[in-house]
């Protein structure tokens, strides 16, 4: 039903004087006819496509089906371009622009006339850069992902994306293959257009913003080249103008009750780590006050449930076909373990109508409660006087052993000091020593790159070793696994003690409760920090001005949704003055 009558976009079509003539006359020049700016909402497609994006490249036609369904609907579609930063080959780092694409996003947005946005994306940070975008500026948006690859096959095997890169490395150290065997898995592992078919980090925002409520049920399992992608695309086009018309705004879905599902959901599914990160930028665009420690409150304790790697056997082509994230949300609802059954959605229904029926095809994909892959798979939060303001440590991709561990540092002062030492046969390691990176935090890379996951001394893998406790206050892909400490916070380049940690020091993980500690007095501590603060030079690339030197003075720790301080919050979509 037809609600809301005062369109945003008539503030630029609906007039009868020269700014109208003007607005209109040049969108004329696309063969536009007059009717179309007489009261259709004008829904905006904000498009990530991009050739050097290889998980958006078919991102044009998935906006075409967009446009066929705004148009079946009675609204009226215009697409734009808006920064698409790739994972797989971009500078330092993605990380490095979600939030410059996050701006662009919000000044497209809020300067265009739109009364409403389809968003696509798909690659890791198109995801929240696009929702911290939309919601920095509140007006109604239905996301729609790109969907996964098709599940990698090689040599009869089934491989995942991202996760074989780091297995079949490992192998190559450790004197298991040789190199061309290990190149020869490229194109196995990339069969198809779409994201990673592992859980990484694109699945695991994908699988966040379903249980949001910002897309409609089962986007994120879809498989890029499946049928129903297009069909899902089509549907996003009619209902984002139904939205119009309700006024559902992002704040109506992204509430409080809807983060808290999020992070249920994550744990069940064995999600990325860099979802605490992207889940608190987004909340912070919107008003809600999300913290690290929540993740210990909601997400601790769920079982994880779906089978997939890195922590699993299958890969997200299989997820789709077992019934997808309304089968994991219905399985938690059932045994009252979804937080907020009644949380609202973008189709207007709650997420328990969206999931009350869902279906289980396939037990061995999506497990049932009494047959979890880990008990307890919820992100575990470390804080200690090695992380005040904490690190994450993802339970489902560890190795129990390891969970509780104490060992001698070996220190890295960056990344390109690991890998100048790494394969170094008199490195002072072993398999009981922890390996600590410094230097990779969001201010010190910068962009906070996934170095976090440090492959192990060959000299260990060659008898056997497959893992090791390894802290950083870097990020790691949500398609690697091991025993990794990350995003320790307060990070190296901004004094935090992890700058501090020397080669044959003594830390402790203790998991089970939630504990990361160097053995050294408070004094100790204390003047070693000192001392460091004292000498840390400032960092040339301040000086060089640009982007790097916006990011780096604003950017905030990664306990803080590493947004930029200026851009937290809702600013709002009021229509700017004229600009003639």
Same mark, same amino acid.
């Given at each position: 039903?037809?609600?809301?009558?005062?369109?945003?976009?008539?503030q630029?079509?609906?007039?009868?004087d020269?700014?109208?003539?003007?607005?209109?006359?040049?969108? !004329?020049n696309?063969?536009t006819?007059?009717?179309?700016f +007489?009261?259709k909402?004008?829904?905006?497609?904000?498009?990530?496509? =991009?050739?050097?994006?290889?998980?958006?490249a078919?991102?044009?036609?998935?906006?075409?089906?967009?446009? +066929?369904g705004?148009?079946?609907?009675g609204?009226?579609p215009?697409?734009?371009?808006?920064? *698409?930063?790739?994972? *797989?080959?971009?500078?330092?780092?993605?990380?490095?622009?979600r939030?410059l694409?996050?701006?662009d996003?919000?000044e497209?947005?809020r300067?265009?006339?739109?009364?409403?946005?389809?968003?696509?994306?798909?690659?890791?940070?198109?995801t929240?850069?696009?929702?911290?975008?939309?919601a920095s500026?509140?007006?109604?948006?239905?996301?729609?992902t790109?969907?996964p690859?098709l599940n990698?096959?090689?040599k009869? !095997?089934t491989?995942g994306?991202?996760?074989?890169?780091?297995?079949?490395?490992?192998?190559? #150290?450790a004197?298991?293959? =040789?190199?061309?065997?290990?190149l020869s898995?490229?194109? =196995?592992?990339?069969?198809? %257009?779409? @994201?990673?078919?592992t859980?990484?980090?694109?699945?695991?925002?994908a699988?966040?913003a379903?249980s949001?409520?910002?897309?409609l049920?089962y986007?994120?399992?879809?498989?890029?080249?499946?049928?129903s992608r297009?069909?899902?695309a089509h549907l996003?086009?009619?209902?984002?103008v139904?939205m119009?018309?309700?006024?559902?705004? $992002? =704040?109506k879905?992204l509430?409080? %009750?809807?983060?808290?599902?999020a992070?249920?959901?994550n744990?069940?599914?064995?999600g *990325? @780590?860099?979802?605490?990160?992207h889940?608190?930028?987004?909340?912070g665009?919107?008003g809600?006050?999300?913290?690290?420690?929540?993740?210990t409150?909601?997400?601790?304790?769920?079982?994880?449930?779906?089978?997939?790697?890195?922590?699993?056997?299958?890969?997200?082509?299989?997820?789709?076909?077992a019934?997808g994230?309304?089968a994991?949300?219905?399985t938690?609802?059932d045994?009252d373990?979804l937080?907020? #059954?009644d949380? $609202?959605?973008a189709?207007?229904?709650?997420?328990?109508?969206?999931?009350?029926?869902a279906?289980n095809?396939?037990?061995e994909?999506?497990r049932?409660l009494?047959?979890?892959?880990v008990d307890?798979g919820?992100?575990?939060?470390?804080?200690?006087n090695l992380?005040?303001r904490?690190?994450?440590? #993802?339970?489902?991709?560890a190795?129990?052993h390891?969970?509780?561990?104490?060992?001698?540092a070996?220190?890295f002062?960056?990344?390109?000091?690991?890998?100048?030492?790494?394969?170094?046969?008199?490195?002072?390691?072993?398999?009981?020593?922890?390996?600590?990176?410094?230097?990779c935090g969001?201010?010190?890379?910068?962009g906070?790159a996934?170095?976090?996951?440090?492959?192990l001394?060959?000299?260990l893998?060659e008898?056997g070793? @497959?893992?090791?406790?390894?802290?950083?206050?870097a990020?790691m892909?949500?398609?690697?696994?091991g025993?990794?400490?990350?995003h320790?916070?307060? %990070?190296?380049a901004?004094?935090?003690?992890?700058?501090?940690?020397q080669?044959?020091d003594?830390? %402790?993980l203790?998991s089970?409760?939630?504990?990361?500690?160097?053995d050294?007095?408070?004094e100790?501590? +204390?003047?070693?920090l000192? #001392?460091?603060?004292?000498?840390?030079?400032?960092?040339p690339?301040?000086?060089?001005?640009?982007?790097?030197?916006?990011?780096?003075?604003?950017?905030?720790?990664?306990d803080?949704?590493?947004?930029?301080?200026?851009?937290?919050?809702?600013?709002?979509?009021?229509?700017?003055?004229?600009s003639?």
């Amino acid at each position: 039903m037809k609600k809301k009558t005062d369109l945003r976009s008539a503030q630029w079509f609906g007039t009868i004087d020269k700014n109208g003539f003007m607005y209109r006359s040049w969108m !004329k020049n696309q063969g536009t006819p007059d009717h179309e700016f +007489q009261g259709k909402p004008i829904i905006g497609i904000c498009n990530t496509w =991009s050739e050097l994006t290889p998980c958006n490249a078919h991102f044009r036609r998935i906006a075409d089906r967009v446009k +066929q369904g705004v148009l079946e609907a009675g609204g009226y579609p215009v697409e734009f371009p808006v920064f *698409s930063n790739g994972e *797989s080959n971009l500078r330092p780092t993605a990380m490095f622009t979600r939030n410059l694409a996050s701006m662009d996003v919000e000044e497209a947005i809020r300067g265009n006339p739109v009364d409403a946005v389809v968003l696509l994306a798909g690659c890791d940070k198109t995801t929240p850069a696009l929702l911290m975008g939309a919601a920095s500026c509140d007006i109604p948006a239905i996301l729609v992902t790109g969907g996964p690859m098709l599940n990698g096959k090689h040599k009869g !095997k089934t491989i995942g994306s991202g996760t074989a890169v780091w297995q079949l490395h490992e192998e190559v #150290k450790a004197g298991k293959i =040789s190199i061309e065997e290990f190149l020869s898995a490229e194109r =196995s592992m990339s069969r198809s %257009e779409g @994201t990673c078919n592992t859980m990484g980090t694109a699945s695991t925002m994908a699988c966040m913003a379903e249980s949001l409520g910002v897309t409609l049920p089962y986007n994120a399992a879809i498989p890029a080249v499946d049928a129903s992608r297009y069909t899902l695309a089509h549907l996003s086009g009619m209902r984002i103008v139904d939205m119009v018309w309700e006024d559902l705004r $992002l =704040s109506k879905l992204l509430t409080r %009750e809807a983060f808290e599902n999020a992070i249920r959901t994550n744990a069940a599914i064995g999600g *990325s @780590t860099n979802a605490a990160i992207h889940l608190k930028a987004i909340a912070g665009r919107i008003g809600v006050d999300l913290e690290l420690d929540d993740w210990t409150r909601i997400g601790r304790g769920t079982p994880t449930i779906l089978d997939l790697m890195p922590s699993g056997r299958f890969l997200m082509e299989d997820f789709c076909y077992a019934g997808g994230l309304p089968a994991v949300l219905r399985t938690l609802g059932d045994a009252d373990l979804l937080p907020h #059954k009644d949380a $609202l959605t973008a189709n207007g229904k709650t997420l328990w109508e969206n999931v009350c029926n869902a279906d289980n095809y396939n037990t061995e994909v999506i497990r049932t409660l009494d047959n979890p892959l880990v008990d307890d798979g919820g992100l575990c939060i470390l804080r200690g006087n090695l992380a005040p303001r904490g690190a994450v440590l #993802k339970p489902s991709a560890a190795s129990p052993h390891l969970m509780q561990h104490r060992g001698k540092a070996v220190v890295f002062e960056d990344f390109d000091d690991y890998k100048a030492r790494i394969a170094d046969p008199d490195l002072d390691v072993d398999e009981n020593s922890v390996m600590v990176l410094k230097n990779c935090g969001p201010r010190g890379y910068p962009g906070m790159a996934e170095v976090g996951n440090m492959g192990l001394p060959p000299k260990l893998l060659e008898r056997g070793i @497959t893992d090791m406790v390894r802290i950083s206050d870097a990020r790691m892909s949500g398609t690697a696994y091991g025993t990794v400490v990350l995003h320790t916070a307060p %990070e190296t380049a901004v004094g935090g003690p992890i700058a501090i940690v020397q080669n044959g020091d003594w830390i %402790e993980l203790d998991s089970a409760n939630g504990a990361l500690n160097i053995d050294i007095s408070d004094e100790e501590l +204390q003047a070693r920090l000192d #001392k460091h603060n004292a000498e840390k030079p400032v960092n040339p690339l301040i000086a060089q001005g640009g982007y790097r030197s916006l990011y780096i003075e604003h950017v905030m720790q990664a306990d803080d949704g590493c947004d930029f301080d200026f851009l937290v919050g809702c600013r709002g979509s009021d229509v700017p003055r004229h600009s003639h």
